[in-house]
């Protein structure tokens, strides 16, 4: 099994930045990709970001030029750092992981998820 915890989310005000981070224990030689999503109320989630363990990346187009997925193989952790952040970004971020190496669709791992809020 694969555990993933997430930090890095809060308050900010539009036009600022947070730094996300998800940290993944367990079986993680099962891992290729890990992304993020995202879900604000009334809304379905979304994919935000992916990348495989090859380095292959994809942005939902809503981000593309503000957010960077990144990732340290050596410490299992996928970052995501959110830059202009925009009211409509206010969501919860769910980390995912997959044991494909797709950048679409992952599916096979979740974390809680952590509340990004951003003020006009």
């Known amino acids: 099994q694969v555990r993933l915890v997430e930090s890095g989310g809060g308050l900010v005000q539009a036009g600022g930045s947070l730094r996300l981070s998800c940290a993944a224990s367990?079986?993680?030689?099962?891992?290729?990709?890990m992304g993020w999503y995202r879900q604000a109320p009334g809304k379905q989630r979304e994919l935000v970001a992916a990348?495989?363990?090859?380095?292959?990346?994809n942005y939902a187009d809503s981000v593309k030029g503000r957010f960077t997925i990144s990732r340290d193989n050596a410490k299992n952790t996928v970052y995501l750092q959110m830059n202009s952040l925009k009211p409509e970004d206010a969501a919860v971020y769910l980390c995912?992981?997959?044991?494909?190496?797709?950048?679409?669709?992952?599916?096979?791992?979740w974390g809680q998820g952590t509340q990004v809020t951003v003020s006009s």
């Open positions: 995912a992981a997959d044991k494909g190496p797709r950048v679409v669709g992952l599916t096979d791992y």
């Open positions: 990348i495989t363990s090859g380095g292959s990346t």
């Open positions: 367990g079986s993680i030689f099962s891992i290729n990709a």
